[in-house]
């Protein structure tokens, strides 16, 4: 008789199993999509980081303008790439779709710095420096956020 008993209870183990597992993987794929947007969000700042710094120099005339260019070129690729990760997370819920919101929003505020900075590369760089100043710091805030957020979730 003894035996039957554990048979009796492991129905009762398979369900807080299961009810486990789906929590796990609840929980993984919140924090998944959260540490994408912050991925995202960290990519789109090395990459108008790096635009900034070519600027800088172009306006000192401590680098190539075709030099500058260049970095200009690799940091759209670089900043498309991160909206489209950005874009491809699929959100579990309304805050998550609102963090997705908001790192597209600001990848997209840097693509424009850059695009600007692009068309005063030749002409006035030291003009394009700010924008692209300021989109580092508010994607390097936003990328702090959601590792605070991909930590708690």
Same mark, same amino acid.
């Given at each position: @008789?003894?035996?039957?008993?554990?048979?009796?209870?492991?129905?009762?183990?398979?369900?807080?199993?299961?009810?486990?597992?789906?929590?796990? =993987?609840?929980?993984?794929?919140?924090?998944?999509?959260?540490? #994408?947007?912050?991925?995202?969000?960290?990519?789109?700042?090395?990459?108008?980081?790096?635009?900034?710094?070519? @600027?800088?120099?172009?306006?000192?005339?401590?680098?190539?303008?075709?030099?500058?260019?260049?970095?200009?070129? #690799?940091? @759209?690729?670089?900043?498309?790439?991160?909206?489209?990760?950005?874009?491809?997370?699929?959100?579990?819920?309304?805050?998550?779709?609102?963090?997705?919101?908001?790192?597209?929003?600001?990848?997209?505020?840097?693509? #424009?710095?850059?695009?600007? =900075?692009?068309?005063?590369? =030749?002409?006035?760089?030291?003009?394009?420096?700010?924008?692209?100043?300021?989109?580092?710091?508010?994607?390097?805030?936003?990328? #702090?956020?959601?590792?605070?957020?991909?930590?708690?979730?």
């Amino acid at each position: @008789m003894a035996r039957n008993r554990p048979l009796q209870r492991s129905p009762r183990i398979v369900a807080v199993a299961v009810g486990s597992c789906v929590a796990v =993987a609840a929980l993984s794929g919140c924090s998944s999509s959260v540490s #994408d947007l912050r991925q995202s969000a960290t990519d789109a700042r090395s990459a108008v980081s790096s635009a900034a710094l070519a @600027m800088s120099q172009q306006a000192r005339d401590r680098t190539f303008l075709p030099t500058t260019q260049t970095a200009l070129s #690799d940091a @759209m690729t670089q900043l498309g790439s991160a909206e489209e990760s950005a874009g491809a997370v699929q959100p579990s819920g309304g805050e998550e779709v609102a963090e997705q919101q908001r790192t597209l929003a600001a990848i997209r505020r840097a693509t #424009d710095a850059v695009l600007a =900075a692009q068309r005063t590369v =030749a002409t006035d760089a030291a003009s394009g420096v700010p924008a692209l100043r300021v989109s580092t710091k508010q994607l390097t805030a936003l990328a #702090d956020r959601l590792l605070k957020a991909e930590g708690s979730g």
